[in-house]
């Protein structure tokens, strides 16, 4: 990783951050110059109406990377540990205490941007006590898709009911994607980088016959293909070219994606390499240009990149403004009206957070929310779809708040 170090280093001392989140330097050691179209443009919100404030003041973390609850009716809310633990507490700014739900970091390769990345409850959680996790291993360097068994009314999980699911080879030790979710059609989908190191030197993002740089769709309620099955109408089942797996491809690190809870719609933020950070709305069978292009602009081939049909990101934005995009999510909830059905995201490195307006695939405008979000890991939902800010560095839950 010796091409990270310069821009590591340098944003190390910019930020204080002791231990670099290597999805932040998911960019190669030469910052490139960008014709993106400027940041903000004019909306109705008055960021001066918002502040930040700590979710839950008694509470810190370690590197936290993941937010979410379990739709059990329990008022609890789950954050991921990097270094490879669950942990549960009640969903109250008050609360001073927060369980270990699943510890599994003997078995987990943390650092950088491996370790205990994703984690998704099973639809009908509440009766069978399924959830998923995405994490990474060593001897060989995979990453791992498992099934863990919760107990009804129990904080705590044995890590011995772990059923692995699907692994897949992890060529370098960045670009490892990590995010899990199910979609409104009860599929489980898996965001995979393109394997790392930098420029994607095997192509992975527009090879169809391997799992790396893309969106992955599988069904876990069969079992044809071992411990999963295959959706019948994902887009390359029964191309003998391609895995079935695959939903959608061409993406370099697509860390952070999320479903509108309203319409479906999949959302995902895919760090560039040394120009431009995108925003995406995923198909089903699209192609996002990696490494064909970064962003609307070509990478490899340097011209004439438009090669079949690719889909342009809704939105991208250059290195004067961010490094490295955190995908976040469309708000739904209630208690923040200006922000209602707008896409938040946000840049690890800068900490700066924005509202996306948008009217179907389109982009109607883009508004700075505030700069002072913090190392930007992800951002997380409660069952409200009230939205929560993960910042890796302090290890804090932040919101957003009317003053």
Known sequence: MSYLKKTAVTLASSLTVTVIFAFLVSLACKPGEADAEATETPGTLAPASLQLENAFPGLTFKQPVEFTHADDETNRVFVLEQEGRIRVFENNAATKTADTYLDIVSKVASGGEMGLLGLAFHPDFKQNGYFFVNYTKNSPRETVISRFKATAGSNRVDPAT??????YEQPYANHNGGKVAFGPDGFLYIA?????SGGDPQNNGQNLKTMLGKILRIDVNKTDKGNYGIPADNPFVGNANALPEIYAYGLRNP???SFDAETGQLWAGDVGQNKLEEIDIIKKGGNYGWRL?????CYNPANDCNQGQLIEPIHQYARSEGVSVTGGAVYR????????????YADFATGKVWALSFQGDQKTGNQLLTSE????????EDAKQELYILDHSSGTIKRFVTK
């Open 192 to 196: 995979a980088g393109d394997g790392g």
């Open 333 to 344: 909830g209630s208690s923040l009206p200006d922000l209602k059905g707008k896409y938040i």
């Open 373 to 380: 979000g913090g190392p930007v890991s992800a951002f997380g």
């Open 255 to 257: 860390w952070r994606f």
């Open 293 to 297: 292009k970064e962003g609307q602009d």
């Open 162 to 167: 772990e059923t692995i699911l699907l692994k």
